[in-house]
């Protein structure tokens, strides 16, 4: 096989423009394929926008919708739809790793830049990444399918289909559903939820995360500080998230439902709120303070490494753990008997104070556009779909088709950003070697 060269010019791109590219190159081919004749059925055909808006969607693994994936696509746009989720789910920079194989011209910071993204600290030959990568994705794709498939046979029409797409949707992390209510009428369906949650973490918790926990049989004290910190705040957000869903939701959205069901409906919708954009219940039907807990655990998402978006959840323990440390007094930050350096710390910031001021800033943007008719009432359904945008998470309460053309294009930039932005902050931020001077102290007043 003759090796992949790559343009010269292309060659001296920085790593971050990689990043960036890959991903516009991407939803660029999915719009051109989405805007073909028999990619929607001929008395409904898409136009530019919703097609932009469907394949940085789907690319970006949201889930947000214009128009209803089953009904206003064929099974051509719908097989588009899913090759986009599952390539944007692995994430572009990961099929790089072929062409570093192949024997492409990539520079050492750019081979880096893969392996870290994938690895972490963690010593891997890009051929283990891409076996590891790829044997878990289509293993745990293969065996949600077969799930799903058993559970839908005699409830929908074409289940094969049904299964492979919302298999491959959850494991990607993309909330895209063929069924017109989502995946609400199994709310009660203890299998198919089980499939989907189980589908929907693994997916989120990293490929090496996932690859630590069966390296080492699931011992705590073997496992890497990573991991840990990664199973610990998964834990707590999952078990969080659910009991303060049920608590609220008890007497509204839950009320008349079996004890179990509530509990089952709870947990789902605290496990999909971390990016996977499922739901079992109407989100135009939540309370504003469930609206608040579910953009909580949509900002900060997944973790490192996996096809989830947001902050990331080691991101946010972090900045936990730093706070606790200050408000004791203490300059180091330890967990698990270990200390984070700061630069793990100072990037955790970045991460969280970026992704706030692009949350902010989208929210701003559309309550801008929408303003005749966005009354006081709708402000937490704006900061939801902002929110859910740039988390790549695709909940929605019902707004994302009814807003101005202008808007959409605020959604599909907090999509891009929140799928790219991350991996380009950690491009940029190891990129630099910048002098760490310090200059004489003084102390300044907080409080």
């Known amino acids: 096989m003759p090796p992949v060269t790559v343009p010269a010019r292309l060659h001296r791109l920085p790593p971050a423009a990689w990043v960036a590219l890959s991903f516009a190159a991407l939803i660029a081919a999915g719009t051109l394929l989405l805007k073909l004749p028999w990619a929607t059925p001929a008395e409904a055909p898409v136009g530019w926008l919703d097609a932009l808006f469907t394949s940085t969607s789907a690319s970006c693994v949201t889930g947000l919708a214009v128009r209803d994936t089953g ?3 064929t099974g051509f746009g719908q097989a588009v739809i899913l090759l986009l989720i599952q390539v944007g789910g692995l994430g572009v920079m990961t099929f790089a790793l072929f062409i570093v194989v192949a024997g492409g011209r990539f520079s050492l910071d750019q081979r880096q830049l893969v392996e870290q993204t994938l690895a972490g600290e963690r010593s891997l030959a890009p051929r283990d990444l891409i076996r590891l990568v790829l044997t878990f994705t289509v293993g745990c794709e293969a065996l949600g399918a077969l799930g799903l498939w058993l559970a839908f046979r005699g409830e929908l029409e074409r289940p094969a289909w049904q299964a492979v797409f919302h298999a491959v949707a959850a494991f990607a992390n993309a909330g895209f559903s063929l069924l017109p209510d989502n995946l609400s009428r199994f709310r009660g369906d203890l299998a198919v939820n089980a499939a989907v949650m189980l589908l929907i973490v693994l997916g989120g918790l990293g490929f090496l995360a996932v690859e630590d926990l069966l390296r080492a049989r699931l011992r705590w004290r073997r496992l890497t500080l990573h991991t840990r910190i990664v199973v610990s705040a998964s834990a707590l957000l999952v078990v969080g998230g659910a009991l303060g869903f049920w608590l609220i939701e008890r007497r509204l959205s839950l009320a008349g439902l079996p004890p179990g069901e509530q509990v089952l409906a709870s947990l789902f919708q605290s496990v999909t709120a971390r990016t996977a954009g499922f739901n079992t219940v109407d989100f135009a039907a939540l309370a504003p303070a469930t609206l608040l807990g579910m953009i909580v655990l949509m900002y900060i998402g997944g973790s490192p490494g996996s096809c989830a978006g947001g902050i990331k ?20 930050v330890n967990v698990f008997g270990r200390t984070l350096s700061r630069r793990t710390v100072a990037l955790a910031f970045a991460a969280t104070t970026s992704a706030l001021a692009a949350a902010n800033a989208g929210l701003f943007a559309l309550l801008l556009i929408e303003a005749p008719p966005a009354g006081p009432g709708r402000f937490a359904d704006y900061a939801f779909e902002a929110m859910s945008a ?58």
């Open 71 to 73: 009904t206003g696509f």
């Open 390 to 447: 740039l988390g790549t998470v695709g909940l929605s309460t019902g707004l994302t088709p009814t807003l101005e053309p202008a808007s959409r294009l605020v959604l599909v930039a907090l999509m891009f950003l929140g799928r790219v932005g991350p991996l380009t902050l950690a491009a940029v931020v190891a990129g630099r070697r910048a002098d760490d001077w310090q200059h004489p102290g003084e102390a300044v007043m907080i409080g």
């Open 313 to 332: 959840t080691t991101t946010a323990a972090t900045m936990v753990l730093a706070l606790r440390a200050g408000l004791a007094g203490r300059h180091n």
